[in-house]
């Protein structure tokens, strides 16, 4: 699987991103979707998954009522709906394909490369 990030950018706090997380190869059927982030300094941290049929959605508690994680139903895309963004927010936004739900980048397989968010205040 080759995944591959879409949609970063620079927001104002407040404002909204989407980003998309497109496979190429074997579809996301296979594998439990994640998205991660990683802010300068700091560690990587899970962020939201689900399985390509939306099932075990989950999402850290840092993004709860703000992020929105979906499959586009056609099997190869996540997305990660980003609302009401912080400054705190700011990171590499990484996707990850796994054979499980998880919330450890350990027990992931496949990622794609960084797409960066920056927020404003």
């Known amino acids: 699987v080759q995944l591959q990030a879409y949609g970063g950018g620079l927001v104002q706090a407040g404002g909204s991103l989407r980003l998309s997380c497109v496979a190429y190869?074997?579809?996301?059927?296979?594998?439990?979707g994640g998205w991660f982030r990683q802010a300068p300094g700091k560690e990587l941290t899970f962020v939201a998954g689900?399985?390509?049929?939306?099932?075990?959605?989950s999402y850290a508690d840092s993004v709860k009522g703000r992020f929105t994680i979906s499959s586009d139903g056609a099997d190869n895309t996540v997305n990660l709906q980003m609302s009401d963004l912080k400054p705190e927010d700011t990171a590499v936004y990484f996707c990850?394909?796994?054979?499980?739900?998880?919330?450890?980048?350990?027990?992931?397989?496949?990622w794609g490369r960084g797409t960066q968010v920056t927020v404003s205040s």
């Open positions: 190869g074997p579809t996301f059927r296979n594998y439990y």
């Open positions: 990850a394909a796994g054979d499980y739900f998880s919330t450890s980048s350990n027990n992931y397989i496949y």
């Open positions: 689900i399985y390509w049929n939306g099932h075990a959605v």
